[in-house]
């Protein structure tokens, strides 16, 4: 059984930083793309970051987050980051982690993440 692990969410001021982490353990034989969406109330899921196999990591990133969100991944410990730089109330949101694996897309449980003074 594959499971993700991600890190807890937080309560941030306007212009703060936190990082996210993803974790992957269990019976999975190989991690190709992982990610993050998001969903902020009343609002469809989206995707934010991005990052793809372990072989190319070349990155995509959603619009509103260019410049001051970034995704890595350590592939020695199967988890990736995504550092939140510059946090605006419009990111308040719980964030999903998503990892692929031939196929099949595996989902974290979600992080809040509260952005507001």
């Known amino acids: 059984q594959v499971r993700l692990v991600e890190s807890e969410g937080a309560l941030v001021q306007p212009g703060g930083s936190l990082r996210l982490s993803c974790s992957v353990s269990g019976s999975i034989f190989r991690i190709d793309a992982m990610g993050w969406y998001r969903q902020a109330p009343g609002k469809e899921r989206e995707l934010v970051a991005r990052?793809?196999?372990?072989?190319?990591?070349?990155?995509n990133y959603a619009d509103s987050v260019k410049g001051r969100f970034s995704i890595s991944r350590d592939n020695t410990k199967n988890t990736a980051y995504l550092q939140m730089n510059n946090l605006k109330p419009e990111d308040t949101a719980v964030y999903y982690c998503?990892?692929?694996?031939?196929?099949?897309?595996?989902w974290g449980r979600g992080a809040q993440v509260t952005v507001s003074s």
């Open positions: 990052i793809s196999s372990s072989s190319s990591e070349n990155t």
């Open positions: 998503t990892v692929r694996s031939f196929d099949t897309t595996y």
